[in-house]
């Protein structure tokens, strides 16, 4: 009992000698009680506010009643409370003073996101394993679409997703220049077409694993409209190694055929047969950016190639347009070509333009045009059709009824084919468009076509620039087009017919043009009305 009241006594002392040093220095209450009583626990804030409220009201009831303890009241009052003192230095309120700093580096004092969110966020993270798309609300469907990776593999959002948002993020991660007007305003599409191309066009026969190509046609034949190839590799050749001490002639022949690959390019069999939404298809046997390694093989159009070309087009029975140009292909190969395309049920547009097609190929388009297409539009330009050709197809050209365009410019049909055509002209009345621009045509062509001026009221637009007509073929083109009031337009350009029959010739193309707008307008009130 002594022992524990000296400690107290000693305490105390102590605490007086605190205060009495510190002088005038505000100390909390709590850290003096502590001083004085060491063993007694520091009131709360609420009991500190009890506590000093007291404090006031014994001091106030006291003062009057005990004069002498006045001076010791004062200096009661004069100890701070514990929040004015926090509230005036802030190095005193141990509370203020203190930082929680958490162990986990990712934990902040933000918000808890909502149970939605991290829902949003797990189906986002988990798609590729569970893909949920149609299970959700709308909103958190848009937000799935707007959070889940452009490298998802295909078999998981081909099918699944039809959000436009998704496959334009898509295409423009991978491609920088994107014209989605070229393909019906659609991104999935554009997204699917271009990512066969890029396959076709890298691909090089008897290398290239076809398993990643065979798996992705089911899931872009849906939205493949049209195809454009720039560009088919050949396969690489590659020389057997030979013996060293093996120097026969027999060992050189038998080592003679590696230069003959099993497949020159591509085989589009197994792709058109998986596309049967395909309404569009253009090739260039070729390869792009060559450099150095330039070889004239890179650019062979092979029989093998036609041949399998050729089976494939015709197994295409939804195919409307077809282009082959820049790919050699001539006689030989246009007619087994044409062979495969007789009677094709849906074809509209055949372009072999900038090809090597001569007389002979010119005859078996002619027995395309006689009966046996649908043909709207035929580009032969810039080949090597002569006058026997162009006899052949002005021969067809009487008895077609279906073809309104054709592009027989940049070839080499001389006067006598010029006037074949001329001839069929004036009995055909179904085309509206014809260029023959830079035919080495002259006067005698010059007066055919002014006689198809009189007769023909078909004929909408006619080229023939580039031709050497001369001011007496201008003049009886001039009488022609007096009596004509159906052609707009005449391209005259680069054909020596003197000024004064080009600018009467301009005078009636404007009046035909006006009296066409009129018609056109009268059309259109009927079709109203």
Request: glycine share 6%; aromatic share 6%; charged share 25%.
């Amino acid at each position: 009992m002594n022992g524990l009241f000296s400690r107290h006594s000693n305490c105390s002392l102590f605490g007086r000698f605190c205060r009495s040093s510190l002088g005038n220095l505000s100390i909390p209450r709590w850290v003096q009680m502590k001083m004085d009583f060491p063993n007694v626990e520091p009131l709360s804030s609420e009991q500190n506010n009890n506590s000093s409220k007291n404090d006031e009201i014994d001091v106030n009831s006291n003062m009057n009643a005990n004069p002498q303890k006045t001076h010791q009241g004062s200096m009661r009052r004069s100890i701070p409370s514990p929040i004015t003192s926090a509230k005036a230095n802030t190095a005193a309120d141990n509370r203020a003073m203190r930082r929680i700093i958490a162990e986990d580096p990712e934990w902040s004092l933000a918000t808890v996101p909502l149970l939605a969110e991290l829902c949003v966020t797990h189906v986002v993270g988990n798609f590729a394993d569970h893909p949920k798309l149609d299970e959700l609300l709308p909103k958190y469907k848009t937000k799935v679409l707007e959070k889940i990776s452009v490298d998802l593999p295909l078999r998981v959002v081909a099918h699944l997703v039809t959000d436009e948002g998704y496959w334009q993020r898509r295409s423009k991660a991978r491609w920088k220049v994107c014209d989605v007007s070229k393909y019906g305003g659609s991104w999935k599409r554009m997204f699917f077409e271009r990512h066969l191309e890029h396959m076709v066009e890298h691909y090089v026969p008897e290398s290239t694993d076809t398993a990643e190509m065979i798996g992705t046609l089911p899931l872009a034949s849906p939205y493949v409209r049209h195809l454009n190839i720039r560009q088919l590799l050949p396969p690489v050749k590659e020389e057997p190694s030979k013996a060293k001490d093996d120097t026969s002639d027999t060992a050189s022949d038998a080592g003679s055929d590696w230069e003959a690959p099993h497949m020159d390019h591509f085989d589009f069999m197994p792709v058109i047969q998986r596309l049967p939404s395909l309404e569009s298809f253009q090739v260039t046997y070729g390869v792009q950016d060559c450099g150095m390694n330039f070889e004239w093989n890179l650019f062979q159009f092979t029989q093998r190639d036609c041949l399998g070309l050729s089976k494939s087009i015709r197994a295409s029975t939804s195919l409307t347009s077809f282009q082959l140009h820049r790919s050699k292909v001539d006689d030989d190969k246009a007619r087994v070509l044409i062979s495969h395309l007789l009677d094709h049920p849906s074809l509209v547009e055949l372009d072999l333009s900038h090809n090597v097609i001569g007389d002979s190929g010119a005859r078996g388009i002619g027995k395309l045009l006689n009966g046996h297409s649908q043909l709207v539009r035929l580009n032969l330009s810039n080949n090597k059709i002569r006058s026997m050709g162009g006899a052949a197809i002005g021969h067809a050209l009487k008895k077609n009824t279906t073809l309104r365009e054709l592009n027989l410019g940049l070839n080499r049909l001389g006067d006598e084919g010029g006037q074949a055509l001329c001839k069929a002209l004036k009995e055909n009345t179904t085309l509206d468009h014809v260029i023959l621009t830079s035919n080495e045509l002259s006067e005698p062509t010059a007066a055919a076509m002014a006689q198809v001026a009189i007769h023909n009221t078909t004929l909408r637009k006619v080229n023939l620039s580039c031709n050497t007509l001369g001011q007496d073929g201008g003049k009886q083109l001039q009488e022609g087009m007096e009596e004509n009031k159906t052609i707009i337009e005449l391209d005259l350009r680069l054909t020596q017919v003197g000024q004064e029959s080009e600018y009467c010739i301009n005078q009636i193309l404007k009046n035909n043009k006006e009296e066409h707008r009129k018609q056109m307008l009268l059309d259109k009130l009927t079709v109203d009305r």
